[in-house]
């Protein structure tokens, strides 16, 4: 089973401040890594898929990278409607799993 | 507009079984390959299983954890997709997530969620 780490595990961000969160899979799965947002007591949107392509309707400010093991997704000019948890998820090979979570909060 | 809309969680006890229904509508059901993802009450997100469409063999991959206890299962005549969960555990309380990847993932992500069904493990 392919293992997803992120970091950090909580970041408290000033609005349009850039926000960084990286997510390393214990083994590559080249660009099959995917980013999901909730909000508290919300389903989960998908952000990003295979790395960097933007999902339909998602700001532009949301934008990932990596390949490989390593994988970064950055919120440029965070808004305080971006306050939430983020997910990544790898799809390279069953069983699919997710990452821990990265908790973003406004400060 | 996809619409996925779960049913059928409720409080159930160790050894139980739950049936959960995920009722579709706003794309074609049986073209799409479905998903079930759950989240325990302040966890993350964790992968439940998957079902393939007819056309792509309508097979089903399940994760560790439920495999032998959960079984997926869809009837494309009632864009319905289920769960069937026996044996039930208390680490199986969580909300069930239904989800698929209609909007352009090729079954790899999930475009479209539920909102999801909570159950509780419980004696």
């Known amino acids: 089973e392919i293992v997803l780490t992120q970091s950090p595990d909580f970041q408290s961000v000033t609005p349009k401040e850039k926000v960084t969160i990286t997510c390393r899979a214990s083994q590559s799965i080249g660009s099959s890594l995917h980013w999901y947002q909730q909000k508290p007591d919300q389903s989960p949107k998908l952000l990003i898929k295979y790395a960097s392509q933007s999902f339909s309707g998602v700001p532009s400010r949301f934008s990932g990278s990596g390949s490989g093991t390593d994988f970064t997704l950055t919120i440029n000019s965070l808004e305080a409607e971006d306050a939430a948890t983020y997910y990544c998820?790898?799809?390279?090979?069953?069983?699919?799993?997710f990452g821990p979570g990265t908790k973003v909060d406004i400060k | 507009e996809v619409q996925l809309v779960e049913s059928g969680g409720g409080l159930v006890k160790p050894g139980g079984s739950l049936r959960l229904s995920c009722a579709a509508s706003?794309?074609?059901?049986?073209?799409?390959?479905m998903s079930w993802v759950r989240q325990a009450p302040g966890k993350g997100l964790e992968w439940v299983g998957r079902i393939k469409s007819k056309t792509d063999g309508g097979t089903t991959d399940y994760a560790a954890p439920v495999k032998g206890r959960f079984t997926i299962s869809r009837d494309d005549s009632k864009n319905t997709l289920y769960l069937q969960m026996n044996s039930l555990k208390t680490e199986d309380t969580a909300v069930y997530y239904c989800?698929?990847?209609?909007?352009?993932?090729?079954?790899?992500?999930?475009?479209?969620w539920g909102q999801g069904t909570l159950v509780t493990v419980s004696s």
């Open positions: 989800t698929t990847d209609i909007r352009g993932c090729g079954g790899d992500c999930y475009s479209d």
């Open positions: 998820h790898q799809s390279s090979s069953l069983p699919f799993t």
């Open positions: 706003g794309f074609t059901f049986s073209n799409a390959w």
